[in-house]
Structures are given as structure tokens and as C-alpha cells.
């Protein structure tokens, strides 16, 4: 890898670590593989997709989040 990759992946590390949480998701076996899949077939990352159903759902229940001072 060159220098210049080795500075992009450190700059993106540090950007990650700054401004993105990261969630852990336990499934089946094959289940993974299907996500992708379907994923994949809308365009877009499993990532992405799981992001999306989430803030569908949160909107078609109407809910609101304010975080408190403490958070």
C-alpha cells in the first residue's frame, strides 16, 4: 500500500472514530448473505438499507427522539 492509501485510511479512521457509532447485529447463518443480496438488488449497502427500514419505521410511528443534556 502506498503512503498516500495509508494517509486516506488513517484520515478516514480518525472521521469514523469522530463522528460515526458503530452497532453490532447477530443473526442466523445465511441470513448475512441474504441482507446483502437484497441490498444489493435496491443499490444500496446492507448498511444503508438497515439505516433506511429503521427510519421508516421510526417515521410511520411518529417518533421523536431529543437527547438529554447527559447523552
Given at each position: 500500500m502506498s503512503k498516500y492509501d495509508e494517509k486516506a485510511k488513517e484520515r478516514i479512521s480518525r472521521y469514523l472514530q469522530k463522528n460515526c457509532e458503530q452497532?453490532?447485529?447477530t443473526v442466523p447463518k445465511g441470513t448475512l448473505a441474504k441482507?446483502?443480496?437484497f441490498a444489493a438488488t435496491k443499490g444500496i449497502?446492507?448498511?444503508e438499507m438497515i439505516k433506511q427500514l429503521v427510519q421508516a419505521d421510526m417515521d410511520e410511528r411518529g417518533f421523536e427522539y431529543e437527547e438529554s443534556a447527559d447523552e
Amino acid at each position: 500500500m502506498s503512503k498516500y492509501d495509508e494517509k486516506a485510511k488513517e484520515r478516514i479512521s480518525r472521521y469514523l472514530q469522530k463522528n460515526c457509532e458503530q452497532v453490532r447485529l447477530t443473526v442466523p447463518k445465511g441470513t448475512l448473505a441474504k441482507y446483502k443480496a437484497f441490498a444489493a438488488t435496491k443499490g444500496i449497502s446492507m448498511t444503508e438499507m438497515i439505516k433506511q427500514l429503521v427510519q421508516a419505521d421510526m417515521d410511520e410511528r411518529g417518533f421523536e427522539y431529543e437527547e438529554s443534556a447527559d447523552e
